[in-house]
């Protein structure tokens, strides 16, 4: 990788010299390559991939702002973003990372819940972006489940289709679109500013005690969507959720919709990794189906 067209870009949208000293690999992601890029003075995270994925970088970047202008939680500070003739870039504020403990876990879920409570009058962004490498439409909605039944989950369905996943999944699936609203009965929606990818691998705590999330795949939604995904792998801490619900105290409905917001996850595992997702896919239709 030649880094001088990077260094260069990164000196224009910084003002200052930039010169690589040192470019070490980081590693932890699916989807693009990572690295921490030095200089003498100062030190910064670096995503590539392929030159056409340049959007999927400047929606992130955008993701980061929208979230930072919240004021709620920390985030990392986007530098610039761009493509060379041979990769597309990221380019990120470096941040040093530190254990997690019980107060930055109730700080996290606190901040979480403020972060929800930032709203559009809207469901949707303004622009689309993507979840992991998959598109993902942001077309404004008024009405969440249709948002939900459009957007989300008949998007993954399709997708699916496409990707050869018919059958059981299909009919099913038509089944639970066809049935969803059932799931909002005497529960009213807000479009709040979502993370949209929040697992635990995109949350941490910096050297100072902070928590800080990144990789976002922003809009404004249903709180409860993010929250579900807190829990898809592994979940955070009882400190983290009973922070979150002291400012944002749980609906009696959540669980049965916390698995059908996570199915929407696990068809985009299925689309973008295979048939290992499958069985779980519609293992989770047929539960929500049971639960309607």
């Known amino acids: 990788m030649n880094w001088q067209a990077i260094a260069e870009q990164i000196e224009q949208a910084t003002g200052r010299p930039f010169s690589v000293t040192e470019a070490r690999p980081v590693g932890g992601g699916d989807i693009n390559e990572a690295y921490r890029l030095r200089s003498e003075e100062r030190t910064y995270f ?63 879920g606190r901040q979480l819940a403020l972060l929800h409570s930032a709203e559009r009058p809207y469901f949707g962004w303004h622009r689309d972006n993507t979840i992991g490498s998959t598109p993902q439409p942001n077309g404004r909605y008024d009405d969440w489940p249709g948002f939900w039944r459009e957007q989300r989950l008949g998007f993954q369905l399709r997708l699916a289709a496409k990707n050869g996943y018919r059958g059981r999944l299909q009919s099913q699936g038509e089944r639970l679109l066809a ?35 990144f990789d976002p795949a922003c809009y404004y939604g249903d709180s409860e969507a993010d929250l579900a995904m807190t829990e898809l792998f592994g979940g955070f801490s009882r400190d983290f959720y009973a922070a979150y619900h002291e400012v944002l105290p749980e609906d009696p409905g959540y669980r049965v919709r916390k698995t059908f917001y996570n199915l929407y996850h696990i068809l985009n595992h299925l689309n973008l990794f295979g048939s290992g997702y499958l069985s779980r896919a519609e293992a989770m239709i047929g539960q929500t189906l049971a639960e309607i």
């Open 46 to 108: 670096v995503k590539l991939n392929r030159p056409a994925s340049v959007d999927m970088f400047e929606a992130e970047a955008e993701g980061l702002r929208e979230i930072a202008g919240t004021r709620t939680i920390r985030v990392p500070e986007p530098v610039v973003c761009g493509q060379t003739e041979q990769r597309s870039f990221l380019v990120l504020e470096h941040i040093e990372f530190a254990s997690s403990n019980s107060r930055s876990e109730r700080q996290l």
């Open 179 to 213: 049935d969803m609203d059932a799931l909002f009965d005497n529960y009213r929606t807000k479009p709040s500013l979502l993370h949209g990818d929040l697992w635990g691998g995109n949350a941490a705590v910096e050297a100072g005690g902070a928590p800080v999330i």
